[in-house]
């Protein structure tokens, strides 16, 4: 097995997960989808930890397909390398912003 470990850079990963970006959105799509068609059928039923199983299979089943995956690795730049695939602005530091503090209003205790 090739597998590869890779470390990311802080406040960049929901740029750089591959299957964020290609493959859980359309899953969970599709598996709201399947579990509002069941609730249609069903409204006597609930999705119950015995029910769970069937419908997720259907829909991980229906969205599990290598192009979707290398896709996410594309789209971005883990594989193949293409570091112009993350806007710069993902990779600089931001700050947040101070408590607006006047020091010319007055002393006030609470």
């Keep these: 097995?090739?597998?590869?470990?890779?470390?990311?850079?802080?406040?960049?990963?929901?740029f750089l997960q591959?299957?964020?970006?290609?493959?859980?959105g359309p899953l969970k799509q599709n598996y709201n989808a399947v579990c509002t068609k069941f609730i249609?059928?069903?409204?006597?039923?609930?999705?119950?930890k015995w029910v769970w199983p069937s419908l997720f299979r259907g829909s991980w089943?229906?969205?599990i397909a290598p192009l979707a995956i290398a896709n996410g690795?594309?789209?971005?730049?883990?594989?193949?390398?293409?570091?112009?695939?993350?806007?710069?602005?993902a990779f600089m530091p931001y700050d947040l912003p101070a408590p607006f503090h006047d020091p010319t209003a007055p002393f006030q205790r609470r």
């Design 73 to 89: 690795f594309r789209a971005t730049g883990l594989y193949p390398f293409s570091p112009s695939a993350i806007p710069e602005a």
């Design 1 to 14: 097995m090739d597998v590869h470990l890779l470390a990311l850079p802080a406040h960049t990963t929901h």
């Design 18 to 24: 591959p299957l964020d970006r290609s493959f859980f």
């Design 40 to 48: 249609r059928e069903n409204p006597d039923k609930m999705i119950s």
């Design 61 to 63: 089943l229906q969205n």
